[in-house]
């Protein structure tokens, strides 16, 4: 395998002081020791429940290269039998890699935020520019103080695109993060009302997100959505970061990027987009109107970065949906397959819409009904009552015929939802499991949706557990 880093160039990016033998490279950066390969090197992190250091021993039986450590641990590592790079403090060195690996890097740097769809966003150009040049990407949701930086030192130096995702839940945290990646194209997905409650307005979450603006390169693109209702304040807030190239994406008549026609089906959508002055079809393998604004984005993208589009747009065909972004499986139950949609990766209103949407759009059979499973959406503070009850009058638009409800704040929409609508509420994911598994019936479609810290992932494991499942995008018939 190719390395990744010299030890030379790794000590040099850092300004660390080698210590033992050194191997002549390592092939990766690792800051988990459980899921460590052979040949990496493992920065030490302390985080804010876990120490890098106190598992440095099992990073080295999993065969760490070699290790970043602090200077302040080393008496407490002992004697341990391995070559270490010693550092003041390992986060920090971990970012001075990160910017030594921008550094050197002659790739096409995107950076993607928003308050939804910057996974699926940042997983489909991921995809999509693998057909036209050797893609890094962040792997899962890395995109925080240590998210980022990670990614930027794991990145190859002989990579022709790069995608970062950059987050935050307070004003602030994007900043630094952007300054480090750099990007050529700095695309934001939406403005909506996640972490609300950091916030006193979608105003502030837009002033926050346009923060990925004061890190473009010169000569950069920025990338918004035009049918977003902060398009203008993102807009003024892009040119007062002196960024002359602001272009869009979307269904509105002046987006730069525009959506001309558009058939939703229930695994998959037609499109056909206008791109650099010419007519686009494509065929986008995973299914929901919201996944078509993300391949807008990642069409648009391509056209900035100087790529193939046509091949581009051909690759979006054998896009799937990712694990809790609606990734769908057939549920094999004794008397006939139903389908479930497993959405439990995070939620807020925006993407709440979006599935239950999508659920909507599902076919079922033989009297077969759609379920909509739906936990607490978090971080919305003072708003959260208010726009957990909002949801009731969308649910109600829909032809869902019945709601399984669980969390706290789940409470407001199960006070809320109408007589029609069949509903059930449980205090948590634990008492709404048996309701759940004894409900579901051959022909159903369920989807379940949820933040993360809620655990709806377990309801999820638990249907696949007793149901065993098909991953696919089919539905039964």
């Known amino acids: ?5 010299t030890s ?10 080698p210590l033992g033998q050194m191997p002549e490279g390592v092939t990766g950066i690792s800051i988990d020791s459980r899921s460590l390969k052979p040949g990496e090197a493992f ?11 106190d598992f440095a021993t099992a990073a080295i039986k999993a065969g760490a290269g070699l290790l970043v450590v602090a200077e302040g641990k080393l008496p407490a590592l002992g004697r341990l039998a391995a070559p270490m790079i010693v550092v003041p403090d390992v986060l920090a060195a971990l970012e001075k890699a990160g910017i030594a690996a921008r550094d050197r890097s002659r790739a096409r740097i ?5 308050s939804v769809g910057k996974t699926s966003t940042k997983e489909a150009l991921r995809h999509a520019l693998s057909s036209v040049g050797k893609v890094h990407a962040s792997a899962a949701s890395f995109n925080n103080h240590w998210g980022v930086p990670l990614t930027l030192a794991r990145m190859p130096e002989d990579s022709d695109y790069a995608i970062f995702e950059i987050g935050m839940n307070h004003p602030g945290e994007i900043s630094p993060l952007v300054r480090m990646v750099r990007p050529h194209i700095a695309i934001v997905t939406l403005i909506a009302p996640a972490h609300l409650g950091f916030f006193r307005n979608l105003d502030e979450i837009a002033k926050a997100k346009a923060e990925i603006f004061e890190g473009v390169e010169p000569g950069g693109a920025v990338l918004l959505n035009r049918d977003d209702g902060r398009f203008k304040l993102l807009e003024k807030f892009a040119r007062g970061a002196g960024i002359d190239n602001v272009m869009s994406f979307g269904e509105n008549t002046r987006a730069t990027f525009r959506l001309l026609k558009c058939t939703l089906e229930a695994d998959h959508s037609m499109i056909v987009a206008r791109i650099g002055g010419r007519d686009v079809q494509a065929r986008i393998g995973a299914p929901g109107r919201h996944i078509v604004q993300n391949a807008l984005a990642v069409l648009g993208a391509a056209h900035l970065c100087g790529a193939d589009v046509p091949t581009v747009a051909t690759a979006l065909a054998s ?4 694990s809790g972004r609606g990734q769908r499986h057939i549920l094999q139950l004794p008397e006939g397959p139903a389908t479930l ?3 439990s990766y995070n939620a807020n209103p925006a993407s709440m819409r979006a599935a239950i949407e999508l659920l909507d759009a599902t076919p079922v059979s033989g009297g077969g009904r759609r379920i909509a499973v739906l936990g607490d959406m978090l971080e919305l503070g003072a708003h959260s009552a208010r726009l957990h009850s909002a949801l009731a009058e969308l649910i109600s638009s829909t032809r869902t015929d019945m709601v399984l409800l669980a969390g706290p704040e789940m409470k407001a929409l199960a006070d809320t939802l109408p007589e029609g609508i069949r509903a059930e509420y449980r205090a948590g994911v634990e008492d709404l499991k048996p309701l759940l598994l004894n409900t579901v019936k051959p022909g159903d479609a369920i989807m379940v949706k949820s933040s993360k810290g809620i655990g709806f992932s377990k309801l999820v494991e638990a249907l696949i557990k007793t149901f065993p499942a098909n991953a696919g995008t089919s539905t039964p018939t």
Do not use: Q, Y
Request: charged share 25%; proline share 0%.
């Open 1 to 5: 395998m190719s390395l990744l880093w």
């Open 8 to 17: 030379e160039a790794l000590v040099e990016a850092m300004g660390g002081r």
């Open 43 to 53: 920065f030490a992190i302390k985080g804010d429940t876990m120490d890098g250091h």
């Open 110 to 114: 995107i950076g993607v935020t928003g």
């Open 319 to 322: 896009m799937s949906a990712e």
């Open 341 to 343: 949609i497993d959405e």
